[in-house]
């Protein structure tokens, strides 16, 4: 009785022995087929957040608030007033550079027209300059003509004078000896006495002429005079053209002065510069505002994207497109979809503040990890929005590895 009772339990051991090494067979088995079917194309980490592009809103100008138009948490779209800042010094500075540029243009139209009257002016007197130095020097061209015409028949007269004075003291030597008549004698002498006034007209004439000659000379260099200071006048329409020119850029800079007054009074006007809700607000009317301030911020809930933080042990397999799922730890019984759209070019610690010293000699081997963006498939619902750091689970599916693992550089220009 003893012995069947033996038997019988060691034989119920056995059977449970192997119903237990059974079981253990089957779910190995149904675990590695699960593995290799499914979990081995899956990426997973908990190590993930929601981020997004957060406009910081900052004053470019100094100022006191005027008026603040949101408060935190309020959503906002882009072009939005919201604050003001006390325009009234930035709208004196405006009106001065008005004032400045309406000064200049009026002193560049005044130097144009008077530019324009003495260009007239000078001109004229330039021409007529010109005109009586010209009808000098023609008299003086005459005048020495002239000269040289009666020098020649002065010296013509010279040599009648010559030949009447031979005549005469030939003929006079022949009367004397009785051989000619005295009036052969007496004609020679009055030729004679011709051909010195003949001389004597001739050197009135010169003497004239050269006095004359010498009158046009100081017409001509009083034409001259005349001239050089007409073209000295002149200068004065060069001299106003650079004074245009340099009033033309005092009103270039005072256009520049303007538009740089218009800009700071719009400054005082602040915007939103994109859509999205208003957080991080820390002002007041009546605060003194300082340029690059930071006075709060605009997050985009509807263009949140995920960081993913992968250890680089699981990034062999990633690839741009592949499909993500998510899960937020505030929304357990929601899922979102996602793509991969990117891969950070370095790791989280090389970005960091300060990046670790791996050279030193206590050097500790940490897996590092690699931020990876996720792009939602459509923007978070109403009922299920995410905001900017929650926390995220995310599951990546490698199965799909047809995409590449970095964006391609754009090519050159």
Known sequence: ???????ANNRARMNRFFLLVTVVALASLLGGTYWFFVLRHRETTDNAYVMTDVA???????????RVSVENDQPVVGGQVLLELDPRDYQAEVDQAKGDLARIEGEIRATETLMSLTDTQTLAKL????????????????????LKELEKKRDAAQADLTKARRDFKRFKSLFETGTVAEEQKDRTHTDLVKAKAQVEAMDAEIDAAKASLEAVDQAVKQAQAQLRASRGDRLQVELLSHK??????EREEARAKLIAAQLNLSYCTITAPISGYIAQKNLQVGDRVQSGQALMAVVPLEDVYVEANLKETQLEHIRLGQLAIIKADVYP?????GKVVGVRAGTGASF??????????????????VPVKIRLDKPPPAEYPLRLGLSLHVTISTRDQSGPRLLPLAPKP
Request: aromatic share 4%; charged share 25%.
């Open 1 to 7: 009785m003893e012995k069947s009772t033996a038997k």
């Open 56 to 66: 910081r809103v900052s004053s470019r100008v100094i100022g006191t608030v005027l």
């Open 127 to 146: 021409n007529e300059s010109e005109a009586k130095l010209v009808e000098a020097r023609n008299k003086k061209k005459e005048g020495i003509h002239r």
């Open 244 to 249: 245009i020119a340099a009033l033309s850029g």
């Open 333 to 337: 019984n929601y899922t979102y979809h």
């Open 352 to 369: 960091s503040l300060l990046p670790p010293e791996n050279a030193t000699g206590n050097w500790i081997k940490v897996v590092q990890r």
